[in-house]
């Protein structure tokens, strides 16, 4: 039997779905134990936020149309992140994945600057939870303390225990039986993930689409995120 | 210089180390309390954690970093420009160049304590040591910040042998000249020096090995330090001049440096007669060289993001030019160069407080232009939805001035417990220009504890 080709996770994100509703966002807390970090922190721009969506207004007042884009960890295939790190927290999985180790990490903070995207964040305090969001934790996600670095891990708790399950059933993993917290919840289906190695998944079909880019492709990071849009909402219309 | 003997020479370098006004016990005092309120705020950053600065996403690095390289940078001026001085046999080195290796030292130690208080988790800084952990890892060595580590610690290990190498006849002297508690501590600390040939021998070709082997240690420390950015895909960071940039840089703030040390030596010193005006001069054409240098730099960094037009470039390059930085951006072009050059380009100006001016604003202009390197490139990283912005904190000033007051401590205590002038290298100075005046080597007995006469006994002589 030939050898299964290795996972490579990846994720489509269609822009002419998003509505901008951030579900992905609290959805994201929720499920990763991600700390809110308050009114005064967030103002200075310490908010935590694993994936954000960003808005950007398209055309001259009053014809103006407002454009959501979901952003997080691009899970680059040359991430910058990696190779700065001194002590391997940030590493490549054989999976594809950016991993970050916490438990390695020593907070150099270099990996965030590294990071076109700026999708890591930073544990400037210790994590608090007011009562009773500490019953809520996620057992399956591990706790960052005070000086680490973290960022959006594809739901890796998920895509673990998915794997363990299907090779407990001898059994080859299904595409879509994996969902990361985000996409699980997108009421629009935005967000589309799955394996890229494998040419029949969903989200392999949707990367060959002629709408697909990715973000700041220019820079070589070669991102496993692929954004899905029509060149703008204006020739839409006009077609 | 030439009209003193050898024995007021010994007499007038070793005054500070005998003598102890109530002065420096108040400068001791002032500048403790400084150092010991940085560390102070250091235990309560670490028990608060690290918001306590003004650090932000995505502005992860602004003071803490601009200092250490502003103090990798001043260390530059010590061991680099005595090495070359020497090797170049440039005569009026001679009284300049200890206290010039004695701020590599410091400045080194002092920045070289910054990447790990600015560490999350600074308890764990030791990780980027290589052994063999219960980890099971080794560093990445694929990092430009292992390769800081070890950079920074080949150059601090050597500027340390290359200072303390030529002290040794000197704790000698104050060996023999002292008693009590003194001579033993110093006889610890000469290491058994007794001025023989073949110690005379020995330490002249340990110098020379080491002023070789210390200049490329130096070129590379820094250009190491400038890969901290230049090997990150951020605007305006990802550039091949940054090694050369930041090794001219370095040196540039490293004369200013030396200059303000000097004047300050001179006066509370009362050392007017050993760090002349046409010390303050060279160093004063060194500097002016440096300043031109540097603009050609900054100069040819602008000019090519400008003209490459490269729209995340651009982003940062406005932000500098004339945009939220554009004020501390000319302020550093002013006191690096509109300020500097025309003080000591014009032969009347370049006296003593003219270069302690032009040094005081390139060592400002040299702080600003780490900081505008750092952050402005963080603050506009491209996608403009997470641009940001920067303040510091009464943490991270604390923590800088405290640096500041450290070092001036570190060079006070230095200059009371060694000669901060080195004075066998003065007096073998002294006998050769008496050579070249007479033609002829002069007897051994005319000039006592010179390195060519070998006389085990010799700096007895001078206690007389």
Same mark, same amino acid.
Request: aromatic fraction near 14%.
């Given at each position: 039997?030939?050898?299964?080709?290795?996972?490579?996770?990846?994720m489509?994100?269609?822009?002419?779905?998003?509505?901008?509703?951030?579900?992905?966002?609290?959805?994201?807390?929720?499920?990763n134990?991600?700390?809110?970090?308050?009114?005064?922190?967030?103002?200075?721009?310490?908010?935590m936020?694993?994936?954000?969506?960003?808005r !950007?207004?398209?055309?001259?007042?009053?014809d103006?149309?407002?454009?959501?884009m979901?952003?997080?960890?691009?899970?680059?295939d040359?991430?910058?992140?990696?190779?700065?790190?001194?002590?391997?927290?940030?590493?490549?999985?054989?999976?594809?994945?950016?991993?970050?180790?916490?438990?390695?990490?020593?907070?150099?903070?270099?990996?965030?600057?590294?990071?076109?995207?700026?999708?890591?964040?930073?544990?400037? !305090?210790?994590?608090?939870?007011e009562?009773?969001?500490?019953?809520?934790?996620?057992?399956d996600?591990s706790?960052?303390?005070?000086?680490?670095?973290?960022k959006?891990?594809f739901c890796?708790?998920?895509? #673990?225990?998915?794997?363990?399950?299907?090779?407990?059933?001898?059994?080859?993993? #299904?595409?879509?039986?994996?969902?990361?917290?985000?996409?699980?919840?997108?009421?629009?289906? +935005?967000?589309v993930?799955?394996?890229?190695?494998?040419?029949?998944s969903?989200?392999?079909?949707l +990367?060959?689409?002629?709408?697909a880019?990715?973000?700041?492709?220019?820079?070589?990071?070669?991102?496993?995120?692929?954004?899905?849009?029509?060149?703008?909402w204006?020739?839409?219309?006009?077609? | 210089?030439?009209?003193?003997?050898?024995?007021?020479?010994?007499?007038?370098?070793?005054?500070p180390?005998f003598?102890?006004?109530?002065r420096?016990f108040?400068?001791?005092?002032?500048?403790g309390?400084?150092?010991?309120?940085a560390?102070?705020?250091?235990?309560?950053?670490?028990?608060?954690?690290?918001?306590?600065?003004?650090?932000?996403?995505? &502005?992860?690095w602004?003071?803490?970093? =601009?200092?250490?390289?502003?103090? /990798?940078?001043?260390?530059?001026?010590g =061991?680099?420009?005595?090495?070359?001085?020497?090797?170049?046999?440039?005569?009026?080195?001679?009284?300049?160049?200890r206290?010039?290796?004695? /701020?590599?030292?410091?400045?080194?130690?002092?920045?070289?304590?910054?990447?790990?208080?600015?560490?999350?988790?600074?308890?764990?800084?030791?990780?980027?040591?290589?052994?063999?952990?219960?980890?099971?890892?080794?560093?990445?060595?694929?990092?430009?910040?292992?390769?800081?580590f070890?950079?920074?610690?080949?150059?601090?290990?050597?500027?340390?042998?290359?200072?303390?190498?030529?002290?040794?006849?000197?704790?000698?002297?104050?060996?023999?000249?002292?008693?009590?508690?003194?001579?033993?501590?110093?006889?610890?600390?000469?290491?058994?020096?007794?001025?023989?040939?073949?110690?005379?021998?020995?330490?002249?070709?340990?110098?020379?090995i080491?002023?070789?082997?210390?200049?490329?240690v130096?070129?590379?420390?820094?250009?190491?330090?400038?890969?901290?950015?230049?090997?990150?895909?951020?605007?305006m960071?990802?550039?091949?001049?940054?090694?050369?940039?930041?090794?001219?840089g370095?040196?540039?703030?490293?004369?200013?440096?030396?200059?303000?040390?000097?004047?300050?030596?001179?006066?509370?010193?009362?050392?007017?007669?050993?760090?002349?005006?046409?010390?303050?001069?060279?160093?004063?054409?060194?500097?002016?060289?440096?300043?031109l240098l540097?603009f050609?730099f900054?100069?040819?960094?602008?000019? =090519?993001?400008?003209?490459?037009?490269?729209?995340?470039e651009?982003? &940062?390059?406005?932000?500098?030019?004339?945009?939220?930085?554009?004020?501390?951006f000319? =302020?550093?072009?002013?006191?690096?160069f509109?300020?500097?050059?025309?003080?000591?380009?014009?032969?009347?100006?370049?006296?003593?407080?003219?270069?302690?001016?032009?040094?005081?604003g390139?060592?400002?202009?040299?702080w600003?232009?780490?900081?505008? /390197?750092?952050?402005?490139?963080?603050?506009?990283?491209?996608?403009?939805?997470?641009?940001?912005?920067?303040q510091?904190?009464?943490?991270?000033i604390?923590?800088?001035?405290g640096?500041?007051?450290?070092?001036?401590?570190?060079?006070?205590?230095?200059?009371?417990a060694?000669?901060?002038?080195? /004075?066998?290298e003065?007096?073998?100075?002294?006998?050769?220009?008496?050579?070249?005046?007479?033609?002829?080597p &002069?007897?051994?007995?005319?000039?006592?504890?010179?390195?060519?006469?070998?006389?085990?006994?010799?700096?007895?002589?001078?206690?007389?």
């Amino acid at each position: 039997m030939e050898p299964k080709p290795q996972k490579k996770w990846g994720m489509v994100v269609d822009l002419d779905r998003c509505t901008g509703c951030e579900a992905c966002v609290v959805a994201c807390h929720a499920e990763n134990n991600i700390p809110t970090v308050g009114e005064k922190e967030a103002a200075i721009g310490r908010a935590m936020h694993w994936i954000r969506v960003e808005r !950007y207004y398209e055309g001259e007042f009053p014809d103006v149309r407002v454009k959501f884009m979901p952003v997080f960890c691009q899970q680059c295939d040359a991430a910058p992140c990696e190779p700065v790190c001194p002590t391997f927290a940030s590493y490549h999985t054989d999976e594809g994945l950016n991993g970050q180790v916490y438990n390695r990490c020593i907070g150099t903070r270099y990996c965030a600057n590294a990071c076109p995207y700026n999708v890591r964040f930073f544990n400037f !305090y210790n994590p608090v939870w007011e009562k009773p969001l500490h019953l809520q934790l996620n057992p399956d996600v591990s706790v960052r303390e005070v000086g680490v670095m973290e960022k959006c891990t594809f739901c890796v708790q998920r895509i #673990k225990a998915a794997e363990i399950q299907a090779k407990a059933d001898k059994r080859e993993l #299904k595409d879509g039986e994996v969902q990361p917290a985000c996409a699980q919840t997108c009421a629009p289906k +935005a967000l589309v993930f799955g394996d890229l190695n494998d040419p029949n998944s969903e989200v392999s079909r949707l +990367a060959r689409s002629n709408r697909a880019t990715r973000l700041l492709e220019e820079l070589g990071t070669k991102p496993k995120v692929i954004y899905l849009q029509r060149e703008s909402w204006h020739d839409e219309e006009k077609s | 210089m030439t009209k003193k003997s050898p024995n007021q020479i010994a007499d007038d370098l070793l005054r500070p180390l005998f003598q102890t006004s109530w002065r420096f016990f108040a400068a001791v005092g002032i500048l403790g309390t400084f150092v010991v309120a940085a560390f102070a705020t250091f235990g309560y950053q670490m028990y608060t954690g690290i918001g306590v600065w003004g650090i932000r996403r995505p &502005v992860f690095w602004a003071f803490d970093i =601009t200092n250490f390289v502003f103090w /990798i940078g001043i260390s530059h001026a010590g =061991t680099l420009i005595s090495a070359i001085l020497r090797l170049a046999n440039a005569t009026w080195r001679r009284p300049v160049t200890r206290c010039a290796e004695v /701020i590599t030292v410091f400045a080194l130690s002092i920045g070289a304590m910054f990447p790990i208080i600015h560490l999350g988790r600074p308890w764990l800084a030791f990780w980027l040591i290589p052994y063999g952990s219960e980890r099971g890892i080794w560093p990445n060595f694929r990092s430009p910040l292992v390769w800081d580590f070890f950079a920074i610690n080949t150059y601090l290990i050597g500027s340390v042998a290359f200072l303390t190498l030529p002290i040794l006849p000197d704790w000698a002297l104050v060996r023999d000249k002292a008693a009590g508690w003194r001579k033993r501590v110093y006889s610890i600390l000469a290491l058994g020096w007794r001025g023989t040939p073949k110690q005379w021998n020995r330490l002249e070709s340990a110098m020379h090995i080491m002023a070789i082997a210390i200049i490329p240690v130096a070129v590379s420390v820094h250009t190491i330090v400038s890969w901290d950015f230049a090997m990150a895909p951020v605007p305006m960071w990802h550039s091949t001049i940054f090694g050369p940039y930041f090794v001219a840089g370095a040196i540039f703030s490293g004369i200013a440096g030396l200059i303000i040390a000097m004047a300050a030596l001179r006066r509370f010193l009362h050392l007017e007669e050993y760090l002349l005006p046409i010390h303050f001069d060279n160093l004063g054409k060194l500097l002016l060289m440096m300043s031109l240098l540097w603009f050609y730099f900054v100069f040819a960094e602008r000019l =090519t993001v400008w003209y490459g037009n490269e729209p995340s470039e651009m982003a &940062v390059f406005w932000t500098t030019q004339r945009g939220a930085f554009a004020p501390l951006f000319w =302020t550093m072009v002013a006191c690096n160069f509109l300020i500097p050059f025309p003080i000591l380009a014009i032969k009347k100006l370049r006296t003593i407080t003219g270069t302690v001016i032009a040094s005081l604003g390139v060592v400002v202009g040299m702080w600003l232009e780490r900081f505008l /390197i750092i952050v402005p490139s963080l603050a506009r990283k491209y996608s403009p939805y997470s641009w940001g912005s920067y303040q510091p904190t009464w943490v991270e000033i604390t923590l800088m001035v405290g640096t500041f007051a450290g070092m001036v401590l570190l060079y006070t205590l230095f200059s009371k417990a060694v000669p901060i002038i080195s /004075i066998w290298e003065l007096k073998v100075g002294l006998q050769k220009e008496l050579e070249v005046r007479s033609q002829k080597p &002069v007897a051994s007995g005319q000039l006592p504890e010179t390195r060519y006469s070998g006389q085990p006994a010799a700096d007895n002589q001078l206690a007389d």
